[in-house]
């Protein structure tokens, strides 16, 4: 995640060190052993992901807000 407005060469690089941080077989060994698989996705899937989850979670959300 970063702010809206962020520039896709800085988004590519975060992204690219992400995937090399996943990558190093000790910490996906740790992912594994909190029964999480780990997996990479390119930075378009990942935003459609997000925006899948926000438009599912969205009634959830009003409603929450709507009784506070």
């Known amino acids: 995640m ?3 407005k962020t520039p ?15 990558a190093d077989p000790e910490l996906k ?3 594994r052993a909190q029964g999480i698989t ?8 990942f935003d459609a992901h997000i925006r899948n989850d926000m438009d599912r979670l969205e009634p959830l ?8």
């Open 2 to 4: 970063a702010p809206a």
């Open 8 to 22: 896709p060469p800085v988004l590519q690089t975060l992204h690219d060190a992400i995937v090399a941080v996943g």
């Open 29 to 31: 060994e740790k992912i």
């Open 38 to 45: 780990p997996r990479s996705i390119g930075l378009r899937d």
């Open 61 to 68: 959300l009003r409603t929450i807000a709507r009784s506070n």
